[in-house]
């Protein structure tokens, strides 16, 4: 049972260039996220999606899209990479949006230089 | 979402119990108490979830004041796999405004010495 499976686990980017960083889940969940964690600031919700064409902002919804055409696959992009989205992302899935057991991938450690 | 409050730092030994306490004087009837944990260089990791009730699971134990002012997450015998961060989280998931949002703040770091 993979569980949430996020590729890449490492990336450096430079300024300005794109990418889309890939989360996938086979439990059937709606509800998916996206976080970002910064030291000393916590984990910060960016984009969520509780369903299959759904998706909403989150608090830092910023410099970021998000499309949701399967339920099991959940990309994050970077339109034009900063260095100041430096962070780790996490990705999320849980059964519903009341997340009273949700799952996280391993992570995405992103460098822009 | 009301606010917690969590000590920075906590040491125990190997093998022994260990009780994280969680302050949150502001919960309302329908905020129910998570706990998550997040390992060196991991994703958060799911613990246990609580309303009112004391709550077991495979993992730990949850132990609820009865004024709901407060709570404890117990781990009943420390290993050094324990060696986390520790997350109190309050969450009214029957909210008009749940976005499914999960707000960690900066929670306890648990050290385990052998």
């Known amino acids: 049972n993979a569980g949430v499976t996020q590729t890449p686990k490492f990336q450096v980017l430079k300024t300005g260039q794109s990418m889309t960083l890939q989360c996938a889940q086979d439990m059937n969940h709606e509800y998916m996220s996206w976080y970002r964690q910064d030291p000393g600031m916590g984990l910060r919700l960016i984009h969520y999606s509780v369903g299959a064409g759904i998706t909403d902002q989150g608090e830092v919804p910023n410099g970021y899209n998000v499309s949701r055409s399967t339920t099991e696959d959940f990309p994050l992009r970077l339109l034009s990479a900063a260095p100041s989205q430096t962070s780790v992302y996490f990705c999320?899935?849980?059964?519903?949006?009341?997340?009273?057991?949700?799952?996280f991938g391993q992570g995405t450690r992103l460098t822009v230089v | 979402d009301a606010k917690t409050t969590q000590p920075n730092s906590m040491e125990s030994n190997e093998e022994e119990p260990v009780h994280l306490p969680c302050n949150h004087s502001?919960?309302?009837?329908?905020?129910?108490i998570h706990w998550y944990r997040q390992l060196p260089s991991q994703g958060p990791e799911y613990v246990i979830h609580g309303l009112t009730s004391n709550v077991n699971n495979r993992m730990a134990s949850l132990a609820i004041a009865e004024d709901r002012k407060s709570s404890t997450l117990i781990l009943h015998r420390a290993t050094l796999r324990d060696a986390a961060v520790y997350y109190c989280i309050l969450r009214d998931v029957w909210g008009s405004g749940n976005t499914g949002k999960l707000i960690f703040g900066q929670g306890t770091t648990l050290q385990v010495k052998p």
């Open positions: 999320a899935s849980s059964p519903d949006r009341r997340l009273f057991e949700a799952f």
């Open positions: 502001t919960i309302s009837g329908t905020d129910y």
